[in-house]
């Protein structure tokens, strides 16, 4: 969570950061589909997109008034949900790049914070 001190505009950091992640989890899907691996893409689309999700959970509980701590376990625990689930539905072979898609969401949440606090 990028906060008012570190930025002005913490909801434009989730907003870019969604934003890059879906138009990756699209890519991915489309070049994956051509490549003959479409399994592959769609769980990294999927992944990208439950980790686009993380960025605005943060926001939203934060402004609750929900302790980050809480916050934290509760988004940890429903991103690992996402993984188990995926992996029940591809396989658990095949789950993996729901979880590489979740982690590259998470990378670009934290380089739209860089790229925002470095226009600051």
């Not at 999927?46 to 934060?62: F, H, I, S």
């Not at 940890?76 to 539905?89: E, F, K, M, S």
């Not at 396989?91 to 898609?101: E, Q, T």
């Amino acid at each position: 969570m990028i906060t008012k001190g570190v930025s002005a505009r913490p909801a434009h950091v989730v907003r870019s950061a969604a934003v890059a992640c879906a138009v990756a989890a699209v890519g991915c899907a489309l070049v994956a589909t051509i490549l003959g691996h479409a399994a592959f893409g769609l769980g990294l689309a999927v992944g990208l997109a439950a980790g686009a999700g993380n960025g605005y959970a943060a926001d939203r509980l934060l402004l609750v008034g929900v302790p980050f701590l809480a916050t934290s376990m509760l988004r940890i625990i429903i991103l690992t949900l996402v993984a188990l689930v995926a992996g029940l539905a591809f396989g658990f072979s095949r789950a993996w790049p729901v979880v590489a898609g979740i982690a590259a969401a998470q990378l670009i949440l934290a380089l739209s914070a860089v790229v925002e606090a470095v226009r600051r």
